[in-house]
């Protein structure tokens, strides 16, 4: 077994899925071109949102690098929209109503994701003590005799 892979945790995937599952909810809420007929079709569109990202999504980031890098990352909302739209296209009692509904839908989802993600996250902070090097004099300066300083890593 390698040692660099992880074991899947249903309860983080549990977590991203109720995650996007709020953010859906909400999207549908906020906007009047996506809603949902029952629970169990916004249930549904999330599962199958999911498994777009999975699958279709890297395909979709490679070929659209260069669209990516060129609008600075925002490029990768678009390919969320399209995901979006083609959920709502495809999951029976899931409609979103046009591009800009799809759009508007990704925004509010990586949104509530962001937000959930920075409030559930701790920080990662780690504090290392280094020693100062004294600098070498050069032509009569004064001698630094340095000490132990904190440095925090971020």
Excluded: C
């Amino acid at each position: 077994m390698n040692p660099n892979k992880r074991p899947l945790d249903f309860r983080v995937l549990f977590k991203q899925w109720v995650v996007i599952a709020a953010g859906v909810a909400t999207a549908s809420f906020l906007s009047d071109g996506i809603h949902f007929e029952s629970a169990s079709n916004l249930i549904l569109a999330v599962l199958f949102i999911s498994l777009l990202n999975v699958f279709l999504k890297p395909i979709l980031l490679l070929f659209g690098l260069p669209f990516i890098m060129m609008t600075l990352g925002l490029g990768i909302l678009f390919i969320n929209a399209l995901i979006f739209a083609l959920a709502g296209y495809l999951v029976p009692g899931f409609h979103v109503l046009g591009f800009g509904a799809a759009f508007w839908g990704a925004f509010i989802v990586s949104l509530t994701t962001l937000l959930v993600n920075v409030m559930l996250s701790r920080p990662k902070i780690t504090v290392k003590k280094s020693q100062s090097r004294a600098p070498r004099s050069a032509g009569g300066a004064k001698e630094y005799r340095g000490k132990l300083d904190d440095v925090i890593d971020v």
